[in-house]
Nanobody
Framework: QVQLVESGGGSVQSGGSMRLSCVVSSYASTDFVYFAWFRQVPGREREGVASMRSSGYTRYADFGQGRFTISHDSSENTVYLQINNMKPEDTATYYC????????????????????WGQGTQVTVSS
C-alpha cells in the first residue's frame, strides 16, 4: 500500500501564500501516475482542487485557476500545492491523493478516481 503524508498546513491571513507538501512512498513503475489535491470542510463533499499526471498534464478546478499550482518533484517523491492570494473560503482540510493506473482526464478531479489518500492537513485563512 502506497503511503502519502501531507504537511505544510497552518494559519495564514487573507492574501497570504502557503505551500503544502505530500511525500509519496515508493510505488511500482508505471506510465500512469496521477496525483491530486482535494479539500473538504465539515458538512460538505470533498472537492478537487488540482491534479496532474506524471507526464506534466495538469487540471484545475475553476476556482483554482491562477491561484493554485500543483507540481511534483520526482527526485524527492513529493507533490506540492502552492496556494497564493489566499481567501477565507480556502479554509479546509487538504488531502493528497494518488492513482497508479489509467484514468480519463475528465475524472482527475473526482475523489472516486483515487485509491491512495493522505491523512489531511488543516489550512485556516483569517480575514
Amino acid at each position: 500500500q502506497v503511503q502519502l503524508v501531507e504537511s505544510g498546513g497552518g494559519s495564514v491571513q487573507s492574501g497570504g501564500s502557503m505551500r503544502l507538501s505530500c511525500v509519496v512512498s515508493s510505488y511500482a513503475s508505471t506510465d500512469f501516475v496521477y496525483f491530486a489535491w482535494f479539500r473538504q470542510v465539515p458538512g460538505r463533499e470533498r472537492e478537487g482542487v488540482a491534479s496532474m499526471r506524471s507526464s506534466g498534464y495538469t487540471r484545475y478546478a475553476d476556482f483554482g485557476q491562477g491561484r493554485f499550482t500543483i507540481s511534483h518533484d520526482s527526485s524527492e517523491n513529493t507533490v506540492y500545492l502552492q496556494i497564493n492570494n489566499m481567501k477565507p473560503e480556502d479554509t479546509a482540510t487538504y488531502y493528497c491523493a494518488a492513482r497508479f493506473s489509467y484514468a480519463q482526464s475528465n475524472s482527475l478531479l473526482s475523489p472516486s478516481t483515487y485509491d491512495n489518500w493522505g491523512q489531511g492537513t488543516q489550512v485556516t485563512v483569517s480575514s
